[in-house]
């Protein structure tokens, strides 16, 4: 709300918006001149009147002997403390461009950070390339980018995506992206799925000089707001606790970097130990060079493992210490010493069998987690006591919900047993055996030429997928997919695989999570300046922050001026 103030006995004129704020006061000499002063005021209510009134705070002196500079310095110190949008039309003032009218400003220092990172990968290139004998009338580069920057920075639907270029996003393309040129271009990046990923994955292999020899590979799904089963949206195991909903499964393969190597979309009822003959064979015509697979226990089966060292490759997988394979009970059986590798890790070598059946095992322990594990347990006891105290004498009565409850239950249920009188107790051969399994797990592996430090370490990085598809679904927002078509699903999916790509390269580059990149970087705004003889496009000054992730990435930062256009 802006108001003029007067007092003309005074000759006061005071212009402000409701709150602190500048003005001047001008004063008539007795020779006729008139005398104009700076002063900082604000507004308060007369308690006789009920109007507000002006109260000056503070004087700064004659306007035609003001230290401006002064002036100057603090209103940028001030800038600090608005939005951007605020702080380019002060910047504007204080240069002198009082003339200029400010229209609006939109973040620019992700989509430039992102953008840069895209080149830097030779993503144009592979897209242009594949585009070479199709004739398209709009940049589908750009709107591939255009997705990819979006889910990076502002995950929305496909439509929000079109109003996000147009007026909440800098991105810096140079034609118009609308709605149908995003699904066409997604339609299009799914044509060339496999190239795409290959050239991508080998591209950046090359820029940072990755060694890949592990290789990563586990598996989460993702529901559909849909309940229509169709295609690859089927029921199945929801890693999501949503049963209720069609799913899909994401197969992802990353480098011990955490860098993601290649993303597979299957039905939604896929197991995880059939996934692994079709993920070894995707990837077999990569030509990648000695490789060792890194999978849970849940990959782990005798035909995964022949699967794995086929063409020479190995794995490394975590196996089930609670059943009853004759190799798994020998080999915690074993009575070696352990050897420590590291805090909280010590490490035992076993070999189990000879010949064909020979293979080796790792067990691992972790004194810290030992420790937790028997606390967990005390409680646990402590609460089955509780328990049996409340049902009272159970001899000769017929089973209550109560204590079949007690009986099925996950945890719980594994520490009791029934007598023949139908009490329950407490198993102590139980306890007695969770007790050797404290803080140990227990792993495989085909490489002989890996010593158990580097299986267990190598091991322990299978949390880099774990990471991975968290970012997906968090901050890149890959769930829950509105998509009907099957193509449109797995398009969606390699939109959210370059996206973490780009974003992982930046932390592993800054040593900062994407999190804090992003929130630096879109603070740096581009605003838009026009007046009767032009329009100009003119950056925020670049914060330190802004300037250190810039430079450990090795990208120069936006132009001051980015676009001068003057009236004719």
């Known amino acids: 709300m802006r108001i003029n103030y007067y007092i003309l006995t005074n000759l006061v004129e005071y ?6 704020y500048a003005g001047t006061i001008s004063r008539k000499n007795k020779d006729g001149s008139v005398t104009t002063y700076v002063q900082l005021a604000h507004n308060i209510r007369d308690p006789e009147s009920g109007f507000a009134r002006a109260q000056v705070l503070y004087t700064f002196g004659r306007a035609d002997s003001l230290d401006v500079e002064a002036l100057r310095r603090l209103v940028r110190s001030l800038c600090r403390f608005i939005s951007p949008e605020d702080a380019l039309a002060a910047q504007a003032s204080l240069n002198g461009a009082t003339f200029l009218k400010f229209i609006r400003s939109a973040p620019q220092g ?24 199709r004739e398209f009338v709009y940049a589908v580069e750009w709107a591939v980018f255009a997705m990819v920057a979006n889910r990076a920075l502002a995950p929305d639907s496909k439509r929000g995506v ?15 992206i609308s709605l149908q040129h995003l699904y066409r271009a997604m ?3 799914l044509e060339h799925e496999e ?5 991508v994955f080998f591209a950046t292999a090359d820029l940072f000089n990755l060694e890949v020899d592990l290789l990563f590979f586990d598996t989460t799904t993702t529901y559909l707001e849909s309940e229509e089963e169709e295609g690859l949206r089927q029921l199945g195991h929801s890693k999501d606790k949503r049963p209720d909903l069609p799913q899909v499964v994401i197969g992802l393969a990353v480098t011990k970097e955490g860098l993601p190597v290649r993303s597979w979309v299957l039905p939604g009822n896929t197991q995880d130990m059939t996934t692994v003959e079709r993920i070894k064979k995707d990837l077999l015509g990569w030509k990648l060079s000695r490789c060792v697979w890194v999978m849970d226990r849940g990959m782990n089966s005798y035909k995964n493992r022949i699967a794995l060292q086929s063409a020479g490759g190995h794995y490394i997988l975590g196996e089930k210490l609670r059943d009853n394979q004759e190799a798994h009970q020998e080999a915690l059986s074993f009575k070696g010493r352990y050897k420590k590798v590291r805090e909280n890790l010590e490490v035992k070598e076993i070999v189990v069998g000879n010949g064909e059946r020979r293979r080796r095992f790792v067990l691992v322990f972790n004194p810290e987690q030992a ?3 028997k606390a967990t347990r005390e409680k646990t006891l402590q609460r ?4 049996i105290a409340a049902l009272g004498d159970q001899t000769g009565k017929a089973h209550t919900k109560a204590v079949c409850g007690l009986l099925s239950h996950r945890t719980m249920g594994r520490y009791l047993r029934q007598t023949k009188s139908g009490n329950l107790r407490i198993n102590q051969a139980k306890i007695h055996e969770e007790e050797t399994l404290d803080g140990k797990y227990l792993l495989s592996t085909s490489d002989d030429t890996l010593s158990p430090e580097d299986v267990a370490l190598g091991y322990k990085q299978l949390m880099e997928v774990e990471r991975a598809f968290r970012t997906l679904k968090t901050t890149l ?6 998509h009907r078509k099957d193509e449109r699903i797995r398009a969606h999916v390699l939109l959210c695989h370059l996206a973490l790509l780009l974003a992982r390269i930046a932390e592993r580059e800054t040593g900062m999570s994407w999190d804090t990149i992003r929130s630096h970087m879109e603070r740096m705004h581009l605003g838009e300046f026009s007046s009767k003889d032009g329009r100009i496009l003119q950056r925020t000054e670049l914060t330190p922050e802004q300037s250190n992730i810039l430079k450990k990435l090795e990208i120069a930062a936006p132009p001051a001026f980015s676009k001068v256009s003057l009236s004719t």
């Open 110 to 133: 992700g989509a430039h950070l992102l953008r840069r990172l895209w080149e830097r990968l030779g993503l144009e290139n592979v897209l242009r390339k594949a585009q070479e004998k």
């Open 187 to 189: 339609d299009f990046l």
């Open 15 to 20: 212009d402000f918006i409701i709150g602190m």
């Open 477 to 482: 927002e890959l769930r829950p997919l509105y």
């Open 384 to 387: 089955i006591g509780e328990e």
């Open 162 to 176: 079109e109003d996000w270029v147009r007026e909440d996003v800098a991105l810096g393309n140079p034609e118009p």
């Open 195 to 199: 190239q795409i990923q290959r050239e």
């Open 371 to 373: 420790k937790k594990d």
